[in-house]
């Protein structure tokens, strides 16, 4: 049982350029979110899905999509990156209030 | 204004000293309230949670919650150096359980 899963570690890109970030969890899930985590930001949501094929917004979506084709897959999507999302991303998996976390992506954008 | 307010520290202590972490909250729609232990680049960890108002406790920890003042606590007994991380509070409704809403954190230091 691994949990949540994420690559890549870490990451560096351009900007402009383009990424995903995979998460995967095995706790079969229905609820999967992405937060990005900022220093004196705490934690905020970027998107979220309560099941396959149904994903919303959170609080900070601008410059991210998301998909969810099955349960288990959770991918965020970059779509032309900035240095305003240079930060630390977490995918999480939730059984009712109670979330469990990755190991987190460090992305740099230059 | 947030709706969870958290003192970022850091606190710094010696080993073996009582910690006490804390969190106010506004919405008084909050029913469930949880702690999470992150070490250094690492992912939150759930470490405890809560339903209502009362006392929670786990070995050396304890959770708090005072719905009247609308006040969390995480107390630490007997500290040790592995207790060192940043522990966040998060809230939820029991209207909407899943949308979390976490404090900044709080970085603990222990000091052997």
């Known amino acids: 049982n691994a949990g949540v899963t994420q690559t890549p570690k870490f990451q560096v890109l351009k900007t402009g350029q383009s990424m995903t970030l995979q998460c995967a969890q095995d706790?079969?899930?229905?609820?999967m979110s992405w937060y990005r985590q900022d220093p004196g930001m705490g934690l905020r949501l970027i998107h979220y899905?309560?099941?396959?094929?149904?994903?919303d917004q959170g609080e900070v979506p601008n410059g991210y999509n998301v998909s969810r084709s099955t349960t288990e897959d959770f991918p965020l999507r970059l779509l032309s990156a900035a240095p305003s999302q240079t930060s630390v991303y977490f995918c999480?998996?939730?059984?009712?209030?109670?979330?469990?976390f990755g190991p987190g992506t460090r992305l740099t954008v230059t | 204004q947030k709706e969870v307010e958290q003192d970022p520290g850091p606190l710094s202590v010696p080993e073996g000293a009582i910690v006490s972490l804390n969190c106010t909250y506004s919405?008084?729609?909050?029913?469930?309230f949880m702690w999470y232990r992150q070490y250094s680049r690492k992912g939150p960890e759930l470490l405890m949670y809560?339903?209502?108002?009362g006392n929670k406790e786990d070995g050396r920890f304890t959770a708090q919650v005072d719905k009247s003042s609308k006040y969390i606590s995480l107390f630490i007994r007997d500290s040790q150096p592995s207790d060192s991380a940043t522990y966040l509070c998060?809230?939820?409704?029991?209207?909407?359980?899943?949308?979390?809403?976490f404090g900044s954190g709080t970085q603990l230091t222990v000091l052997p």
């Open positions: 899905s309560v099941g396959a094929g149904i994903t």
């Open positions: 998060a809230s939820a409704s029991s209207g909407s359980a899943r949308q979390l809403t």
């Open positions: 999480a998996s939730s059984q009712g209030f109670l979330r469990f």
């Open positions: 919405n008084s729609a909050f029913q469930y």
């Open positions: 809560t339903y209502s108002s």
């Open positions: 706790m079969n899930h229905e609820y």
